[in-house]
C-alpha cells in the first residue's frame, strides 16, 4: 500500500514543503529512505522502528520505502521522524486518514514520545503561506509555532495521539497563545545600568546617538577605563523589539536551536560578545551540511560587541565589511546557498597600543613605534570606513573613580532614544526595509539631511582637514541626522553637524 504526508524541512531562514511518500509491499523485510537524507535523516529507521513497537502498533516484516521529495533537496534534522511513522502506518493500513491535510514534524524517541525539533517558528510560517488544514508538533514547540497567525496548530505528546488525531480518532484542542502577554512579560533588564557607569559622558554621549540611530561604535582607551561596561550598558538603551522584529529575531534562533524554552518570543534586542578567538565559521555562519547561522545573524535586530577588537583575526575582521554594507551574508556551500539577515549595530573595543597605556599620562607607554603601528594596522581602512562613531574612553581621574556614580539612568536615555527612533519610523514609513537613519540609501540622504550654507563650509572643512571618503562622508551626514533627531529638530544644524564630526577617526583615538 501507498500512503502520502507532508512534512517540512528548514533551509535557511524559510521553511520548504517535504513530501513524506511512503510505499509497503511484499519481499524480504527491508526499510530505506530515500531522497537525499544527511546522516540524522537515515539514522530515523531505527528509532521509527522502535517508537511503532512500543506504541502498540506493528511494524510490518515487508519491504518499506520512504522517499522524501523533492528528491534534490538536500534533508537534514531529526523533525521527519514522526511524518515517517504516520506514513508507514497509513500505508500498512493500521490507521485510516480522514483526508485532511496537515504539516508535521517532530522527532521521535523510542518510546513512541514526540520530542523537540528546532526551526519550528520558519515551519509555522510556511505553513501558514500554504495554507494547510493546520501544524501537528510536539507539545514543548507548540506555543513557539502557535505565534504565527494562518494555521491551526495541534501539539501531540506521542506517536500514539499522533495517530489517533490524523485518523480522526481523537479530539485535539487548536493551541492558541496570548501574544501581548509575551510582548509585556519577555523583557529581561539590561545587566548594566547606565547610571552605573563613572564619568565617561562622551561615551555615553555616543552610545546614545548609536542607540538612536543604529550606528557602529568604535571605543579606544586604556584598560580599565570602562570600555566593556559601556558596551554591556548598551541594550538597556535599545528600545524594545517590535513584533515583527521579534518574530525575525526568534526565527534566527529557533533555527540555530538557540531558543530557549522558557522564552518563546525573544523581545528584547541580541547581544552578542563572541571571544577574539573565534573562527570565521562561527562568526559569519556554516557548518556541516546546510550552513548555519553566524554571530552576526544571531546579533540580527541587535548589538554585535568585539572586545579587544585587534586580537580577531583579522580575515574575520574583513569578513563584517560586506554584511556591514547589505546587512545580510549570502553563504555558498556545494549545492545549496542560503542567505541569512545581519542588520546589526557593531560595537568595538580596543586598546589605543599593545601595552594600553599610549596617552596615559599615570602609566607610561612601553610601545615602540614599530610596535604601535603594526598594532593598528590589523584593523584595515576599508573596515574602520564603516565604523560611523570613534570615541576616545581616557582613564577616570581619581575624584571621578571615588565619587559615586550620578549619571541620567538607562531608563531615562532610552525615552530619548524612543523619541528618535519614532522620528525615523515615521520618516521612513513608504519603506518597510528602513527603520534608521543608519540604513538611509543616496536618495534618501540628500532629501532628508539638507545643509545650510554654514553646515556645507563646515563639512567641506571636515572633509579636507580629516580626508574623509565619500562612505565617511555619507556616515557623517547620518549621525548628524540623527543627533538632530534626539534634539527634536527638523533640519541638521552646524551644532549636530559639528558634533557628528568630532566622533571622526583621528590620530588621538586610532
Do not use: W
Not at 254 to 270: F, N, V, Y
Not at 311 to 320: A, C, H, K, W
Request: hydrophobic share 40%; proline share 6%; charged share 25%.
Amino acid at each position: 500500500m501507498y500512503s502520502r504526508l507532508v512534512s517540512s524541512v528548514v533551509v535557511g531562514i524559510d521553511a520548504r514543503s517535504v513530501e513524506i511518500q511512503c510505499d509497503v509491499t511484499g519481499g524480504l523485510p527491508a526499510f530505506q529512505v530515500v531522497g537525499l537524507p544527511e546522516k540524522e535523516v537515515s539514522e530515523s529507521r531505527e528509532r521509527v522502528r522502535s517508537a511503532i513497537k512500543n506504541s502498540g502498533f506493528t511494524f510490518p516484516a515487508k519491504r518499506i520505502t520512504a522517499n522524501l521529495a523533492p528528491a534534490d533537496l538536500r534533508k537534514e534534522g531529526v523533525g521527519f521522524d514522526l511524518p515517517i511513522a504516520l506514513a508507514i502506518l497509513l500505508a500498512s493500513e493500521q490507521i485510516v486518514s480522514t483526508g485532511r491535510k496537515y504539516v508535521i514534524v517532530g522527532e521521535l524517541s523510542l518510546n513512541g514520545e514526540v520530542r523537540h525539533v528546532p526551526g519550528v517558528l520558519p515551519i509555522a510560517m510556511h505553513a501558514a503561506r500554504g495554507g494547510y488544514d493546520g501544524l501537528i508538533v510536539p507539545k514543548e514547540d507548540a506555543i513557539e509555532a502557535a505565534l504565527v497567525d494562518g494555521v491551526p496548530v495541534y501539539p501531540v505528546s506521542d506517536l500514539a495521539e499522533a495517530a489517533a488525531f490524523i485518523a480522526g480518532l481523537l479530539d485535539i484542542d487548536r493551541f492558541v497563545v496570548d501574544r501581548e502577554a509575551l510582548l509585556e512579560h519577555a523583557y529581561i533588564p539590561a545587566q548594566v545600568d547606565l547610571s552605573d557607569v563613572k564619568g565617561q559622558e562622551m561615551a555615553k554621549r555616543a552610545l546614545e546617538i548609536s542607540a538612536a540611530g543604529g550606528h557602529n561604535l568604535v571605543m579606544s582607551g586604556p584598560p580599565g577605563a570602562g570600555k566593556s561596561m559601556l558596551a554591556h550598558a548598551l541594550p538597556g538603551i535599545l528600545p524594545s523589539l517590535s513584533f515583527a522584529e521579534a518574530l525575525e529575531v526568534t526565527r534566527i534562533y529557533s533555527i540555530a536551536g538557540l531558543l530557549e524554552p522558557q522564552t518563546p518570543l525573544i523581545t528584547t534586542p541580541p547581544f552578542r560578545a563572541p571571544h577574539h578567538t573565534i573562527s570565521y565559521a562561527g562568526m559569519v555562519g556554516g557548518g556541516h551540511g546546510m550552513p548555519g547561522p553566524g554571530e552576526i545573524t544571531l546579533a540580527h535586530h541587535g548589538v554585535l560587541f568585539l572586545d579587544e577588537m585587534p586580537e580577531f583575526d583579522r580575515r574575520v575582521l574583513e569578513t563584517l565589511r560586506q554584511p556591514l554594507e547589505d546587512r545580510s551574508i549570502l553563504l555558498s556551500r556545494a549545492g545549496v546557498s542560503v542567505r541569512y539577515p545581519a542588520n546589526f549595530t557593531l560595537v568595538g573595543a580596543m586598546n589605543p597600543c599593545p601595552c594600553g597605556h599610549l596617552g596615559d599620562h599615570t602609566h607610561p607607554c612601553t610601545c615602540t613605534p614599530s610596535e604601535i603601528r603594526r598594532y593598528r594596522k590589523r584593523l584595515s581602512g576599508p573596515f574602520l570606513d564603516r565604523v560611523d562613531l570613534f570615541v576616545e574612553v581616557p582613564r577616570l581621574t581619581t575624584q571621578e573613580l571615588t565619587s559615586r556614580p550620578r549619571g541620567e539612568r538607562s531608563v531615562t536615555v532610552q525615552e530619548r532614544v524612543k523619541r528618535a527612533r519614532q522620528i525615523q519610523l515615521e520618516r521612513f514609513s513608504g519603506n518597510p526595509g528602513r527603520f534608521t537613519n543608519a540604513l538611509m540609501s543616496s536618495k534618501e540622504i540628500e532629501k532628508y539631511c539638507n545643509l545650510d550654507k554654514e553646515g556645507k563650509d563646515l563639512i567641506e572643512l571636515a572633509i579636507t582637514r580629516l580626508a574623509l571618503s565619500a562612505r565617511a562622508y555619507t556616515r557623517t551626514l547620518k549621525v548628524a541626522r540623527t543627533i538632530a533627531d534626539l534634539d527634536g529638530s527638523s533640519h541638521i544644524t552646524s551644532a549636530h553637524l559639528a558634533e557628528a564630526i568630532q566622533y571622526r577617526a583621528n590620530d588621538d583615538v586610532l
